[in-house]
């Protein structure tokens, strides 16, 4: 069982910037693939961004590339977004999700959910 808690969202400017933070439990963080996704008000789920397990590939959604930077603390079972030039656009919850195959494409644990509002 993996418990996924994200943190760090909030009410931003547009172009402001915020860093979302998912702290994984358990013992096998460093194995999985980790992932990002939102859900903005009316709309089905997206994805954002993924890491596989050690950090050297990661991918982006096309809204993301350029301004979002997905990274991992293995040491610290921390996944992080960092959001930059952020849009009305990017209002949504933000979900963050394990794989625990490690293979960036079947997410089977998720989290609560952090609030991301972008002001224009």
């Known amino acids: 069982q993996v418990q996924l808690v994200e943190s760090g969202g909030g009410l931003v400017q547009a172009g402001g910037s915020l860093r979302l933070s998912c702290a994984a439990s358990?013992?096998?963080?460093?194995?999985?693939?980790m992932g990002w996704f939102r859900q903005p008000p009316g709309k089905e789920r997206e994805f954002v961004a993924a890491?596989?397990?050690?950090?050297?590939?990661?991918h982006y959604a096309d809204s993301g590339k350029g301004r979002f930077s997905i990274s991992r603390d293995n040491a610290k079972n921390t996944v992080y977004l960092q959001m930059n030039s952020l849009k009305p656009e990017d209002t949504a919850v933000y979900y963050c999700?394990?794989?625990?195959?490690?293979?960036?494409?079947?997410?089977?644990?998720w989290g609560q959910g952090t609030q991301v509002t972008v002001s224009s």
């Open positions: 358990g013992r096998s963080f460093s194995t999985y693939a």
């Open positions: 999700a394990a794989d625990t195959t490690g293979h960036m494409g079947d997410f089977d644990y």
């Open positions: 890491i596989n397990w050690s950090g050297s590939n990661t």
